[in-house]
């Protein structure tokens, strides 16, 4: 497999949407994961830097991934929204999350590292 530089992230119910680039920005990844397999697979790659849509469950992911080594940005959903390119479903909502990445980069759009493990309070 060609060394995956960004990996956009959309997070469903049971499937998520991976869509990958390399440092030329060509594709070199799409692909559906279920829930269970989402671990496993990360597990495998080098690091790379992730992107996510801000929701419920991304700040669990954020964190699983993070123990293997990656770098996750967490995207609000009003900055995904403009990178949309039709009509809203899983796949298609995947490459936003990397396209949102590399503006942040270029730009000032808003984007914020997720929260380590050791940042969360702890409830005694």
Same mark, same amino acid.
């Given at each position: 497999?060609? #060394?995956? #530089?960004? @990996? &956009?992230?959309?997070? *469903?119910? !049971?499937?998520?949407?991976?869509? %990958? $680039?390399?440092? !030329? &920005?060509?594709? $070199?990844?799409? =692909?559906?994961? =279920? =829930?269970?397999?989402?671990?496993g ?11 996510? +849509?801000?929701? *419920? ?5 954020? =964190?699983t991934?993070? *123990?293997? %080594?990656? #770098?996750? /940005?967490? @995207?609000?959903?009003?900055? $995904?929204?403009?990178?949309? /390119?039709?009509q ?6 995947? /490459? ?23 940042? +969360?309070? $702890?409830?005694?």
């Amino acid at each position: 497999m060609p #060394e995956i #530089e960004t @990996i &956009g992230v959309d997070i *469903a119910k !049971n499937v998520f949407q991976l869509h %990958g $680039v390399d440092r !030329n &920005g060509k594709i $070199v990844l799409r =692909r559906a994961l =279920r =829930r269970s397999q989402v671990p496993g697979f990360f597990s495998t790659l080098p690091p790379c830097l992730i992107g996510m +849509e801000a929701c *419920a469950t991304a700040h669990h992911w954020a =964190r699983t991934l993070m *123990a293997f %080594g990656h #770098e996750i /940005r967490l @995207i609000p959903p009003a900055d $995904v929204k403009p990178y949309l /390119r039709r009509q809203k479903n899983d796949a298609a909502d995947a /490459r936003p999350s990397h396209d949102h990445r590399c503006a942040s980069s270029r730009s000032r759009a808003r984007s914020s590292r997720a929260p380590s493990c050791c940042m +969360e309070p $702890v409830i005694s």
